[in-house]
């Protein structure tokens, strides 16, 4: 595809569920971002891909969340026992390489509920 | 300040010029970006500053820049409805562990047009 997809863009859920959140960048991109977007927070960078290095966790709010990017490509943001305080924005962007005058690309984001 | 700090809303008419500004945190951030967020669509890149730089124009876009008192602006010329979205401004602070180039977000400015 032209651009970064992500999928499902909308998730309702139920608090203690699990949810998957799913990242298709842009091909051959080798960096590959998550940030979130909540009312409380603004938008706050969650983890970081960038080839076969280890990821920047650093972001991630709690040991509830997890990411892995299987092959290089697809990413997959997990987050487990969902509450409330989840509810927000995930977005994904990818960039070129993880350099800083590579444009990040942003994806139209997963709008999560936790009811 | 630890935070990217931006006013909140902007009012402007069509045809008026916008000026939305910015304080950011880290004042060896290499580049700083301005992005744009659209009702219900992902951030579009609207342009970036090196930080050597004390100007940028880019259409009707001017960003300046003033590094000793960490102070970005965005100035929009001839204003139009299209333009009313929400602007972010972004740093990639050096002082974050962990590599990578994470962006450091603001608040977001509304940018109402009025006819």
């Known amino acids: 595809g032209a651009g970064v997809s992500q999928s499902p863009s909308n998730k309702v859920t139920e608090k203690g569920k699990d949810v998957e959140l799913r990242c298709d960048p842009i091909s051959g991109h080798t960096a590959l971002y998550w940030y979130r977007q909540s009312l409380g927070q603004g938008l706050e960078f969650l983890i970081y891909f960038q080839g076969n290095s280890a990821p920047d966790k650093s972001g991630l709010p709690s040991d509830r969340f997890s990411a892995e990017r299987t092959g290089g490509s697809v990413s997959t943001l997990t987050i487990q026992r969902t509450q409330q305080e989840d509810s927000a924005v995930y977005l994904c962007a990818s960039s070129l390489t993880g350099a800083s005058y590579n444009e990040q690309f942003f994806g139209p984001g997963t709008r999560l509920t936790v009811l | 300040g630890e935070d990217v700090e931006q006013s909140l809303f902007l009012s402007v008419r069509e045809g008026d010029s916008s000026v939305i500004n910015c304080t950011y945190t880290d004042s060896s951030s290499t580049y700083l970006y301005w992005y744009k967020q659209e009702p219900g669509a992902g951030l579009q890149l609207l342009t970036y500053?090196?930080?050597?730089?004390d100007m940028k124009q880019d259409q009707r876009l001017t960003v300046l820049l003033n590094k000793k008192d960490k102070h970005l602006s965005l100035r929009i010329a001839d204003t139009q409805t299209g333009d009313s979205a929400i602007y972010f401004c972004a740093e990639i602070p050096r002082k974050l562990t962990g590599g990578g180039n994470k962006l450091t977000f603001g608040t977001g400015t509304q940018l109402k047009v009025e006819l």
């Open positions: 500053i090196f930080s050597n730089m």
